[in-house]
């Protein structure tokens, strides 16, 4: 079966402090890796995504780390602000079949 | 402003009985989805429709069925056969045609067995 394993659970991090979460996977077809955040009672909104062919990828504060050969993939937040305070997914999908998620870490920002 | 619309926010149902969430977009995409969200158990993909007239059961289908006339329109109806309702439904979709394409969410229904 097809999974993303995702971690941590949850995560406290002091305002201006960096936020990691990390996800692994097995099925070497992946090739699209996408984050989503969540804020309470709200759906999921694309954060940032990373192919395979490249090992990193930033957007302002977010960060895509990859590791191909480890099969493994990271989000860095830099600088967290207490607005960051979110689940946050992980997810991984090959080629146009449906999206796999990991399950979830809920990131506390701390002022 | 386009998006997916997912009606009603909040629904309580009795036990026994069935229930329809609604779920419309307007971004002309091809896919559409259903998941389940419970805490810590991340998203659980119930059902998926790639085109109209057309849906696969995803990994959580049992007790659940959909339907796929419109492409604008994506039902799901929670059925007394499910054994554990009360969650967070999500709907979503997508362009699969094209690649990496990010998948659009709705706001969500949360359904409360009473």
């Known amino acids: 079966q097809q999974q993303v394993k995702q971690s941590p659970q949850s995560l406290i991090v002091q305002k201006g402090g960096i936020s990691i979460i990390n996800c692994a996977y097995e099925?070497?077809?992946?090739?699209?890796f996408p984050w989503y955040q969540q804020f309470p009672g709200k759906g999921p909104a694309l954060l940032i995504a990373i192919r395979p062919d490249v090992s990193e990828k930033k957007e302002g504060r977010f960060t895509i780390s990859f590791n191909k050969s480890a099969k493994q993939f990271s989000l860095h937040i830099m600088d967290s602000q207490p607005g960051d305070s979110a689940t946050y997914f992980c997810?991984?999908?090959?080629?146009?079949?449906?999206?796999?998620f990991g399950k979830g870490t809920m990131l506390l920002v701390s002022p | 402003d386009g998006g997916i619309t997912q009606s009603p926010k909040y629904l309580f149902r009795k036990e026994g009985q069935n229930v329809t969430l609604s779920c419309e977009q307007n971004?002309?995409?091809?896919?559409m989805y259903w998941y389940r969200q419970d805490p810590g158990q991340g998203l659980r993909l119930i059902y998926y429709s790639q085109i109209v007239n057309d849906f696969q059961k995803g990994d959580i289908a049992e007790g659940y069925s959909v339907s796929r006339e419109k492409k604008e329109s994506f039902p799901l109806t929670v059925t007394s056969a499910q054994k554990n309702p009360t969650a967070f439904y999500l709907c979503a979709s997508s362009s699969p045609s094209e690649v990496n394409t990010e998948a659009f969410f709705g706001q969500g229904t949360r359904l409360t067995v009473v």
């Open positions: 997810a991984a999908r090959a080629g146009y079949s449906t999206l796999t």
């Open positions: 971004l002309n995409h091809d896919a």
């Open positions: 099925n070497t077809a992946f090739d699209y």
